[in-house]
C-alpha cells in the first residue's frame, strides 16, 4: 500500500508540474501574441502566476500525508549523513547496542523470574500458609488436622488446599526405561484453588468433607511435559494405568502446556496424586504427613486481616499438641503471597541489582550518544542556520534530527538482540547449577515490546535535547565567519563537560561495585575448606528405591557398586555420601534428644573410603574402618561444632568421646569415636553447623534413620585420569547396579566448590562486563570531548605557538581540563558509590560495603584510563602546526 501511494503522489506532482508549466506556457503565448518580448513575457508571467515551487508545496499540502513524505525524505537524508560519516555513526551505534544489549538481557531474565504472570487464576489472591515458633521464625509444613481445623473455622480463605512430596526418587516405568518425576501428594481441591483445571481429562473429585477421598485412590493426573515427554502426547493416555515406583496409577487428566505448582522444581516432570490421609495422619506427631498450604483469599479481604485472624486461631490449636517440642514449632502461622515466595530474597536481591546495573550501564550509553550528537549539532551549526535562514521551521529541523537519531537507535536495537541473545546464552556458562535461574535465550513479546521502549527512549534522550538546542542558537552568529565559538558553543561545550562528568561518576558506581564482589570471591577463595577437592569426581544417585523393595539398599546396591567403583582403572579410593561437602543435593536433618537436650545436627550417611577421598583430618578418635559392620558396636563421628555444642564438659570438646547418643535401633547404642575437623559444608561464607556421620553399613532397615538415609548418595571417586576417560566407565557400572543410574549427575569436586561461589561469582562476572563496558565509554566519551576540544579550538592553539607558547604548556591545558572533569566525576561517583554499596551487603564476604580501598582503586583505575585518553588530543594539541591552524579558517 505505501508503495502505491508513494506512486500515486509521484504521479499527482509529475501532473502538477506540468499543469502549471502548460498554464506558463499559455500566459506566456498570450503575451507574445500581444507584442512583448518573449523574455519580458516569460517574466510578467511568473509574476503575475507567483512562486511555482511555493504553489506545488502549497498544493502537496492538501493531499494528505505529508508527513509521511518528510518522513521518507529524512530517512534519506540520514542514510546519506550515516555515509558521509561513517565513524561517528559506528561509535553511536556500538554505544547504542552496548546499552540497550545489556538492559534487555538483564530485563529478560527479571521478567522470566519475577515478572511473567503465573498461570492461575487471580494468583495475587493465592497465600502460602505455614506454621512457625512464637516468634515468627521457621517455615514448618503443616498437619492434615490443622489443616481441617482452619478449613472449618477461617473466615478469611474461600478455600485452603495442601500438597506434600511423594517420597523418596519416583520413576513411571515404561516399557524399556523409566523416567523420573517429581511427584505431588495433593489435597483432591488443589487444582480448584488454584484455579487452573486439566487441558486434557477431569481433576480429582473435591468434597469438602472428604468423602470422595475413596474415588480418588489410585488416581494420577500428569503434567504436559510427562505427558509429552513420556507418553508421546497419546490421545488415549485417560483411563490408561500407569506405573509409578511399582505401584499402579489409573489417568484421569492432563494439565495444561506450562502449568506446575509447586513452582520452583527445575528440570523434571512432574504428577499428581490424591492425598490419602490414614490413621497415623490425623495426629499431631512426627510421624504424622506434614504439608505445605496454600489458600485463595475471599475478594475484598487483606493479607494483614486473614493474618491476624489465622495467629488467633492457632493460638486455640496450639494446646492440642501434647509433645512440648513439636507444640514449640507451630506455635503460630505465617502467611506470604504465594508469588513471593517462588524466588528466595538473596535471588530477588541479586537480579535487582544486576538490573540497576545494566540500567545504569544503559543511562552512560544514552549519555555518551547524547554528547556525540551535542557534539555534531555545534559542527552542524551553520548548516542548521543556513536551513533556517532559507525558511525551514524549527519543528522541521528537529524531526529531521529526530529521525536521524531514530535511525541509529533502531539499528543499535537490532545489534543490541544480539548481544542480549549472546550475553544470555554466556551468563547461562557461568551459571552455578545450584544457582535456580532461567538464563534461556529466548526472548518474548515483553521483552520485544521492552526492546521497542528503550529504542524509543534512547532516540528522544539522545537526540531530541542536542536537536533543541541546535535550533534555538541564534542564526546570525552561526553565519558568520567564526560564529563556532559563539556564546551558544561555549554552553553546549560546558554542557558537554557536566555529561562527561556524570559518565564517570555513574562509572566508578559500578567499578566499585564490581570491585567488591571481586574481593568477596577473592576472600571466599581464601577461606580453607577443611577437605581436598583435586582429582575427585562426584556422581550424584538418584535412588530408585522401588526396584529395591523388601531388600536392605546397602547390601543390595550400595556395596556391590563400591567395590566395582574402586576397582575401576586409575581409581585410588572410592566412597558413598549423602551430600559431598558444599554440594546442594540431599539434606538430611538430625532432631534428637541427648543429656536432656533437645540435639539438632546435619546427618551424613557415609563409607569409611570418605575420608581417604577427602583427606578430613582427625581432631581426636578415629573415622569408620573395615571393622565397623553391621553386626559390630554402632558408632558415630561428630564435627568440632557439634562436640562444643553438646559435649558435657564446654571447656574440653574432647570428653563427648565415648558419650552415647542414640539407639540407632534396639539394643544398639550409638558411640561417639571421633571428632573430624571442620569443613565447609553447605556455603564457603557460613561457619560449620553441627554435624553427625554414621557408618553406612551399619544402617539397616530397622534402623530409625534408614528411609531419609538410603534414598539418595553421592559416589565420590579420587582418581588420576581424565574425567572424560572415567565418566563412560563410571556409567557404565551405574547402569550395571540399576538402569536408571545411569543418566546421574557427574562432576568435579572443583566444579562444586566453584558452584558454591553461586551469586556472587555470576554477579561478579555480569558486573565485570558492565563495569568494562561502563569504563570504556566513559573513556571513549571524555577522548570524544577532548577531541572535540582541541578540532574547535585549532587557530587559538596555532595563534598561541605563534606567539611563542611552549609546547608543555598547551600539553598541560587539555590535560588540567580533562583533570578538571575526572576529579568532580570521581567526587560524584564517590557519594553514589558509597550508596549504592550498601545495597551489595547481603552479598559481601570480608569486606566492608563502604571498603576505602576498592573505591580509591576504582577511582584509581578510572583517573588513570581518563588522563591516558586525554593524552592523546593533548598531544596532538601540543604537536598543532600554527601555519596550518592560521590557514584552517
Not at 515458633?133 to 488446599?161: C, L, M, Y
Not at 575401576?568 to 551430600?579: C, D, F, P, R, T
Amino acid at each position: 500500500m505505501k508503495g502505491l501511494r508513494a506512486f500515486s503522489l509521484r504521479r499527482r506532482k509529475d501532473d502538477l508540474r506540468e499543469e502549471i508549466e502548460s498554464h506558463l506556457c499559455m500566459a506566456i503565448a498570450d503575451r507574445v501574441a500581444q507584442g512583448e518580448s518573449a523574455e519580458a513575457a516569460r517574466q510578467a508571467a511568473i509574476r503575475e502566476f507567483g512562486n511555482p515551487p511555493l504553489v506545488q508545496e502549497v498544493t502537496r499540502v492538501t493531499w494528505g500525508w505529508l508527513w509521511l513524505e518528510r518522513f521518507g525524505q529524512d530517512l534519506r537524508y540520514a542514510l546519506r549523513q550515516m555515509r558521509r560519516s561513517p565513524g561517528f555513526a559506528a561509535s553511536v551505534i556500538g554505544t547504542l547496542a552496548l546499552g540497550i544489549g545489556a538492559a534487555t538481557a538483564m530485563f529478560t531474565v527479571v521478567d522470566h523470574m519475577l515478572l511473567r504472570p503465573l498461570l492461575y487464576k487471580d494468583a495475587n489472591r493465592l497465600v502460602a500458609i505455614s506454621e512457625a515458633d512464637r516468634t515468627g521464625k521457621g517455615a514448618n509444613d503443616v498437619p492434615w488436622q490443622d489443616i481441617q481445623e482452619w478449613r472449618s473455622r477461617n473466615h478469611s480463605f474461600t478455600a485452603i488446599a495442601f500438597t506434600g512430596s511423594m517420597n523418596g526418587r519416583n520413576y513411571i516405568e515404561t516399557k524399556n526405561s523409566a523416567a523420573e518425576v517429581y511427584g505431588v501428594r495433593a489435597s483432591a481441591n488443589l487444582f480448584d484453588v488454584l484455579g487452573v483445571q486439566p487441558a486434557l481429562g477431569r481433576g480429582f473429585f473435591s468434597d469438602s468433607s472428604g468423602a470422595d477421598e475413596a474415588k480418588n485412590a489410585q488416581t494420577i493426573i500428569l503434567s504436559d511435559a510427562a505427558w509429552r515427554g513420556t507418553f508421546q502426547t497419546d490421545p488415549n493416555i485417560l483411563g490408561k494405568p500407569i506405573r509409578i515406583n511399582d505401584t499402579s496409577y489409573t489417568v484421569v487428566g492432563v494439565m495444561p502446556r506450562g502449568f506446575s505448582y509447586p513452582k520452583d522444581i527445575p528440570q523434571l516432570s512432574q504428577v499428581w496424586i490424591a492425598a490419602q490421609i490414614g490413621n497415623a495422619d490425623q495426629g499431631r506427631t512426627y510421624d504424622a504427613l506434614h504439608f505445605e498450604a496454600i489458600g485463595r483469599l475471599r475478594s475484598g479481604v487483606t493479607l494483614a486481616a486473614a493474618r491476624a485472624e489465622m495467629r488467633a486461631l492457632q493460638q486455640s490449636i496450639a494446646p492440642e499438641y501434647t509433645d512440648p517440642s513439636i507444640r514449640k514449632d507451630h506455635s503460630t502461622v505465617n502467611l506470604a503471597r504465594y508469588t513471593g515466595t517462588l524466588v528466595g530474597s538473596g535471588t530477588r536481591r541479586a537480579l535487582l541489582a544486576l538490573l540497576a546495573a545494566s540500567g545504569v550501564l544503559w543511562l552512560i550509553a544514552i549519555v555518551n550518544v547524547t554528547s556525540l550528537l551535542l557534539a555534531r549539532g555545534t559542527a552542524r551549526q551553520r548548516e542548521i542556520a543556513m536551513r533556517g535562514a532559507l525558511g525551514a521551521s524549527r519543528a522541521r529541523v528537529v524531526q529531521q534530527m529526530m529521525v536521524e537519531g531514530l535511525l541509529l537507535s533502531t539499528i543499535a536495537a537490532a545489534l543490541g538482540i544480539g548481544v542480549a541473545v549472546a550475553g544470555m546464552r554466556l551468563a547461562e556458562i557461568a551459571r552455578p547449577r545450584s544457582l535456580n535461574l532461567d538464563l534461556s535465550s529466548h526472548l518474548n513479546f515483553p521483552i520485544l515490546a521492552a526492546l521497542c521502549g528503550l529504542t524509543i527512549l534512547s532516540a528522544l534522550c539522545s537526540a531530541a535535547w542536542p536537536a533543541l538546542l541546535a535550533v534555538c542558537a541564534p542564526i546570525e552568529p552561526a553565519l558568520r565567519q567564526g560564529g563556532l565559538h559563539s556564546g551558544a558553543g561555549r554552553r553546549q561545550h560546558r554542557l558537554r563537560g557536566i555529561l562527561v562528568a556524570a559518565e564517570i561518576a555513574m562509572s566508578l558506581t559500578l567499578l566499585m561495585v564490581c570491585g567488591l564482589l571481586l574481593r568477596t570471591i577473592y576472600n571466599l577463595r581464601q577461606v580453607p575448606l577443611g577437605f581436598r577437592s583435586d582429582h575427585i569426581i562426584v556422581a550424584n544417585l538418584s535412588i530408585p528405591a522401588y526396584r529395591f523393595a523388601g531388600q536392605n539398599l546397602v547390601p543390595a546396591l550400595y556395596q556391590p557398586l563400591l567395590e566395582r567403583a574402586q576397582h575401576m582403572h586409575g581409581v585410588q579410593s572410592a566412597g558413598l555420601m549423602s551430600e559431598v561437602p558444599l554440594g546442594q543435593t540431599f539434606h538430611i536433618t538430625l532432631s534428637l534428644y541427648l543429656n536432656g537436650r533437645t540435639v539438632s545436627a546435619m546427618l551424613k550417611p557415609v563409607t569409611p573410603g570418605i575420608q581417604r577421598i577427602f583427606g578430613f583430618p582427625m581432631l581426636a578418635g578415629r573415622f569408620f574402618n573395615a571393622q565397623d559392620s553391621p553386626t559390630s558396636e554402632a558408632v558415630v563421628v561428630v564435627n568440632p561444632a557439634f562436640a562444643r555444642e553438646y559435649a558435657p564438659d564446654k571447656h574440653d570438646p574432647r570428653s563427648i568421646l565415648g558419650q552415647t547418643m542414640w539407639r540407632l535401633s534396639k539394643n544398639r547404642p550409638m558411640r561417639i569415636i571421633g571428632i573430624l575437623d571442620n569443613e565447609r559444608q553447605t556455603s564457603i561464607a557460613q561457619p560449620s553447623q553441627p554435624e553427625v556421620d554414621v557408618c553406612l553399613c551399619q544402617i539397616t532397615p530397622d534402623s530409625g534413620i534408614y528411609q531419609p538415609s538410603t534414598i539418595a548418595m553421592d559416589l565420590a571417586l579420587r582418581t588420576d585420569r581424565p574425567m572424560n576417560q572415567v565418566i563412560p566407565e563410571l556409567r557404565a557400572i551405574l547402569k550395571q547396579a540399576s538402569p536408571e543410574l545411569e543418566n546421574a549427575s557427574i562432576t568435579t569436586m572443583n566444579q562444586i566448590v566453584q558452584d558454591s561461589y553461586g551469586s556472587q561469582r555470576l554477579a561478579a562476572h555480569l558486573l565485570e562486563c558492565f563495569g568494562g563496558a561502563a569504563l570504556l565509554l566513559c573513556v571513549a566519551g571524555l577522548y570524544g570531548l577532548l577531541a572535540y576540544v582541541v578540532t574547535q579550538r585549532t587557530r587559538e592553539i596555532g595563534v598561541r605557538i605563534a606567539l611563542g607558547a611552549q609546547r608543555s604548556t598547551l600539553l598541560w591545558m587539555v590535560l588540567r581540563q580533562a583533570g578538571a572533569l575526572l576529579l568532580v566525576g570521581v567526587l560524584a561517583g564517590s557519594a553514589l558509590a558509597l550508596a549504592s554499596g550498601r545495597l551489595l551487603r547481603g552479598f559481601l564476604f570480608g569486606v566492608s560495603a563502604h571498603d576505602g580501598w576498592t573505591l580509591a582503586a576504582a577511582a584509581a583505575v578510572l583517573l588513570a584510563s581518563g588522563l591516558l585518553a586525554a593524552y592523546l588530543p593533548a598531544h596532538r594539541a601540543a604537536h598543532v602546526n600554527p601555519l596550518e591552524a592560521l590557514r584552517s579558517e
